[in-house]
């Protein structure tokens, strides 16, 4: 079994893939994921279009996407958060909701 990843890997990750800068805004949420989250694969159905989710990238990387639609060509097509829309080549095999924002619980 492979070792865990820790913040060095992650900034290392930031450096490399523009996916990764803007997952850093909800790494530490991925690890608080309730077991009831699951990814759903893009073969099933699609997301709402404009409606930002995480999704995972063929090579297993993941980031926060969303689909535009374009009605003239009557076709959807995905935007990540943080990377060129102009560059192709992301292969999107599976999404999710984003978690629930965090929510400080008040004292009574």
Known sequence: MGRLIDETDIENALKVNPCWRTASEFMRLIHGLPSAQQWIPCSERLPETLTRVLVCLEDGFVCIAYLKENYQIKDKKWLIYGADPHIGGH??????????AYKEVQDD
């Open 91 to 100: 292969n999107i095999i599976a999404w999710q909701p984003l978690p629930e």
